[in-house]
């Protein structure tokens, strides 16, 4: 049962510190994506990959956030320092993109990674 | 830009009722669109899709949805809502290289 698999589930940690989240799309995708999701701002994009190339991180604040794809089965995303209001879910999405179409015919996500920042 | 918005950010059915989410979206080219669920501590998962196929798009768990050129819409229905139906539910739209998110529509169900 091929899934999106996201680590951690679940951080606790407080202000300043460094917060690496992990994600493990579905082998075979070629676009992943990293979404944050909150209450008052909803299901934000912050940064998309094709082909382990990074597209668009233009959702990310980029002093303190970053992405990247060390190799096809492994997509991270760091928060350097963390800050309160970097608390939210944080979701990885993988899907595959063909010739016939610029944008994946559906996207599989992960369970999340419920990040709190004290 | 390819765009959705949702109309009503919570609806509120007695079970065995209809359920009608709303969609509307705008888009330069021919549209894929998609409705997603997300229950309580989990990731969003697939309900349908457009593909420019039928008009009329069945999907999991007796929902369907018809998209309307005419109306730019592509609204959620279910003849009978269920209490395990009570959840977040996104439209979304594909656009350049990324599927375009709408701000969510929150069903809940009343026994």
């Known amino acids: 049962d091929a899934r999106v698999t996201q680590t951690p589930r679940h951080k606790v940690t407080e202000m300043g510190q460094e917060v690496t989240m992990r994600c493990q799309p579905i082998l075979g995708h070629n676009t992943v994506f990293w979404y944050r999701q909150t209450m008052m701002q909803g299901l934000e994009l912050l940064a998309y990959?094709?082909?382990?190339?990074?597209?668009?991180d233009s959702g990310m604040p980029k002093d303190r956030f970053s992405a990247e794809m060390p190799d096809a089965t492994l997509a991270t995303l760091k928060i350097q320092p963390s800050e309160p209001r970097d608390s939210a879910v944080y979701f990885c999405?993988?899907?595959?993109?063909?010739?016939?179409?610029?944008?994946?015919?559906?996207?599989?996500f992960g369970e999340g990674s419920r990040l709190t920042v004290l | 830009a390819q765009s959705v918005t949702q109309l009503g950010s919570h609806v509120s059915v007695s079970e065995g009722a209809l359920v009608l989410l709303r969609c509307n979206y705008s888009s330069s080219v021919p549209p894929y669109l998609f409705w997603y669920v997300q229950y309580p501590n989990q990731g969003l998962q697939l309900l349908l899709k457009y593909t420019s196929a039928a008009t009329l798009v069945k999907g999991i768990n007796g929902f369907e949805a018809e998209f309307k050129k005419s109306e730019t819409s592509f609204h959620l229905t279910k003849p009978s809502a269920h209490m395990s139906d009570a959840a977040e539910y996104f439209c979304a739209v594909s656009g350049r290289s990324k599927l375009v998110f709408g701000a969510g529509t929150i069903l809940r169900v009343k026994s």
């Open positions: 990959f094709r082909n382990r190339a990074p597209l668009d």
């Open positions: 999405a993988s899907g595959l993109v063909t010739l016939l179409s610029s944008a994946p015919g559906e996207l599989f």
